[in-house]
C-alpha cells in the first residue's frame, strides 16, 4: 500500500490521475496540489469526482512526504522543480516531456532551447511497459512518453527491430482536443475548435524525437486536430524492405505483444465495422490497439494504432508504470471497461 501524490492537479492529466488514484485500490492516501485551487473540493474543477471524495486541493509547500509523486506539471516546470520532488517520495514519474530525451542535441531542436536539469536526464527510466519493464522494477525516475509518441513507438518499434521496413516512415496522428490540455487557446476554444479537422503541425512535431529515438527509424510525423474530445488514431506509412505476408506481420506483432496486458493486436477481415483499431471505442481504458495493412503492389505496410491519449497516452500509463515499480498487480487501478456506444 502507498501514499501518492499529485503535482499540478486541475488540469486534465490531474484530474485523470485523481479518478484513477482514488479508486487504486493499493493507494491509501492520496495528495492532489494546485496553487490556483488551493482549499477547494476536487470536485469544483473535476465534477466526475463529486461524492467520490471531499478532499481539497493544497498548495505545493503543504505537500507531505510520500511513496509515489506525478508530476502533471506544464513544459519546463518540472526540470526547474524535479530535485524538490526528488525529495519528498522514493519515486518521481513525470508525465511532462521534459525528461523524455537524453540527446540534448535533439532536444534543443525540437523544444528550441537548452534543457534547465541536463545532469538529471540520464536519471530517467523511459514509461514504456512494452519495452522497458525490467528497469521500470526498480527505477525511481520514469518520464511517460507523449501520446502520440507512444501510439509511433508501439506501431513502429517491432516492425524496426525485424528488419521488414526501411528506416523512412510517414506518419500521421489525429488528435482529440483534450490533447492540448486544458487551458483555453485560439485553437482548443470550443467555438472555434468545434467540427474542426485542421492540421496542427504538419512537420517537426515533438513527440517525433521520442520515436525517433526508440524505434531507430527517420519519422516525419504530421498531427491533425480533429472533431473528438479524446483519442488518437496513428497511421504510419511503411515501406517494406522485402517481400512479406499478411502472416508474417501477424507473427511480428503477437511476438512483441503476447504478454503485455494493455497492447492488443486488431486485425480482422471483412467491411463491417471494428475491423481495424478505432480510438473511439478505447475512451476511458489503457489499451492501445494495434492493426496493419498491406499495400496492394506488396511494396508498403501501413501500421495503425489508437488508444485514449488521457489513458494509455499519458495517466493509464503511468499508472501502469508505478504498478511494476511497486510490485502491484499490473492492471491494478486499470481494468474499466470502455462504454459502447458512445
Same mark, same amino acid.
Given at each position: 500500500?502507498?501514499?501518492?501524490?499529485?503535482?499540478?492537479?486541475?488540469?486534465?492529466?490531474?484530474?485523470?490521475?485523481?479518478?484513477?488514484?482514488?479508486?487504486?485500490?493499493? =493507494?491509501?492516501?492520496?495528495?492532489?496540489? !494546485?496553487? +490556483?485551487? %488551493?482549499?477547494?473540493? /476536487? #470536485? &469544483?474543477? $473535476? *465534477?466526475?469526482?463529486?461524492?467520490?471524495?471531499?478532499?481539497?486541493?493544497?498548495?505545493?509547500?503543504?505537500?507531505?512526504?510520500?511513496?509515489?509523486?506525478?508530476?502533471?506539471?506544464?513544459?519546463?516546470?518540472?526540470?526547474?522543480?524535479?530535485?524538490?520532488?526528488?525529495?519528498?517520495?522514493?519515486?518521481?514519474?513525470?508525465?511532462?516531456?521534459?525528461?523524455?530525451?537524453?540527446?540534448?542535441?535533439?532536444?534543443?531542436?525540437?523544444?528550441?532551447?537548452?534543457?534547465?536539469?541536463?545532469?538529471?536526464?540520464?536519471?530517467?527510466?523511459?514509461?514504456?511497459?512494452?519495452?522497458?519493464?525490467?528497469?521500470?522494477?526498480?527505477?525511481?525516475?520514469?518520464?511517460?512518453?507523449?501520446?502520440?509518441?507512444?501510439?509511433?513507438?508501439?506501431?513502429?518499434?517491432?516492425?524496426?527491430?525485424?528488419?521488414?521496413?526501411?528506416?523512412?516512415?510517414? =506518419?500521421?496522428?489525429?488528435?482529440?482536443? !483534450?490533447? +492540448?490540455? %486544458?487551458?483555453?487557446? /485560439? #485553437? &482548443?476554444? $470550443? *467555438?472555434?475548435?468545434?467540427?474542426?479537422?485542421?492540421?496542427?503541425?504538419?512537420?517537426?512535431?515533438?513527440?517525433?524525437?521520442?520515436?525517433?529515438?526508440?524505434?531507430?527509424?527517420?519519422?516525419?510525423?504530421?498531427?491533425?486536430?480533429?472533431?473528438?474530445?479524446?483519442?488518437?488514431?496513428?497511421?504510419?506509412?511503411?515501406?517494406?524492405?522485402?517481400?512479406?505476408?499478411?502472416?508474417?506481420?501477424?507473427?511480428?506483432?503477437?511476438?512483441?505483444?503476447?504478454?503485455?496486458?494493455?497492447?492488443?493486436?486488431?486485425?480482422?477481415?471483412?467491411?463491417?465495422?471494428?475491423?481495424?483499431?478505432?480510438?473511439?471505442?478505447?475512451?476511458?481504458?489503457?489499451?492501445?490497439?494495434?492493426?496493419?495493412?498491406?499495400?496492394?503492389?506488396?511494396?508498403?505496410?501501413?501500421?495503425?494504432?489508437?488508444?485514449?491519449?488521457?489513458?494509455?497516452?499519458? =495517466?493509464?500509463?503511468?499508472?501502469?508504470?508505478?504498478?511494476?515499480?511497486?510490485?502491484?498487480?499490473?492492471?491494478?487501478?486499470?481494468?474499466?471497461?470502455?462504454?459502447?456506444?458512445?
Amino acid at each position: 500500500m502507498v501514499h501518492v501524490a499529485i503535482v499540478g492537479g486541475s488540469g486534465f492529466v490531474g484530474g485523470e490521475l485523481s479518478r484513477l488514484l482514488l479508486a487504486h485500490p493499493e =493507494v491509501t492516501k492520496l495528495q492532489v496540489t !494546485s496553487e +490556483s485551487r %488551493a482549499g477547494k473540493p /476536487l #470536485g &469544483t474543477v $473535476h *465534477p466526475n469526482l463529486r461524492h467520490h471524495t471531499d478532499q481539497a486541493f493544497i498548495r505545493k509547500e503543504d505537500l507531505n512526504p510520500c511513496d509515489v509523486i506525478f508530476l502533471a506539471m506544464p513544459h519546463g516546470a518540472a526540470a526547474s522543480e524535479v530535485s524538490i520532488w526528488q525529495n519528498k517520495a522514493t519515486v518521481v514519474i513525470d508525465l511532462s516531456s521534459d525528461f523524455r530525451l537524453n540527446d540534448m542535441a535533439l532536444y534543443e531542436r525540437y523544444y528550441g532551447g537548452l534543457h534547465t536539469a541536463t545532469h538529471l536526464c540520464s536519471q530517467f527510466t523511459p514509461g514504456i511497459p512494452e519495452f522497458y519493464r525490467n528497469e521500470l522494477r526498480s527505477a525511481d525516475r520514469i518520464a511517460g512518453p507523449g501520446c502520440t509518441a507512444i501510439a509511433g513507438i508501439l506501431a513502429l518499434r517491432p516492425l524496426r527491430a525485424s528488419g521488414v521496413i526501411e528506416p523512412r516512415v510517414y =506518419v500521421d496522428s489525429k488528435v482529440g482536443s !483534450s490533447g +492540448s490540455g %486544458a487551458r483555453v487557446g /485560439l #485553437g &482548443t476554444h $470550443h *467555438p472555434l475548435r468545434s467540427g474542426v479537422t485542421r492540421v496542427f503541425k504538419p512537420t517537426g512535431h515533438r513527440h517525433e524525437a521520442e520515436i525517433v529515438t526508440q524505434c531507430d527509424v527517420i519519422p516525419h510525423v504530421t498531427v491533425n486536430s480533429v472533431d473528438m474530445v479524446r483519442g488518437i488514431l496513428l497511421t504510419a506509412f511503411c515501406t517494406l524492405s522485402h517481400p512479406v505476408s499478411d502472416r508474417d506481420i501477424r507473427k511480428i506483432f503477437r511476438e512483441a505483444y503476447a504478454d503485455e496486458p494493455f497492447t492488443r493486436l486488431v486485425k480482422r477481415q471483412g467491411q463491417a465495422g471494428y475491423t481495424l483499431p478505432e480510438p473511439k471505442i478505447l475512451t476511458g481504458t489503457n489499451y492501445c490497439d494495434i492493426g496493419y495493412a498491406l499495400t496492394d503492389d506488396g511494396s508498403g505496410l501501413i501500421a495503425i494504432s489508437a488508444l485514449d491519449n488521457l489513458m494509455k497516452g499519458a =495517466v493509464g500509463n503511468a499508472i501502469h508504470c508505478m504498478n511494476i515499480r511497486m510490485q502491484f498487480p499490473e492492471t491494478a487501478g486499470l481494468t474499466s471497461i470502455s462504454l459502447h456506444p458512445v
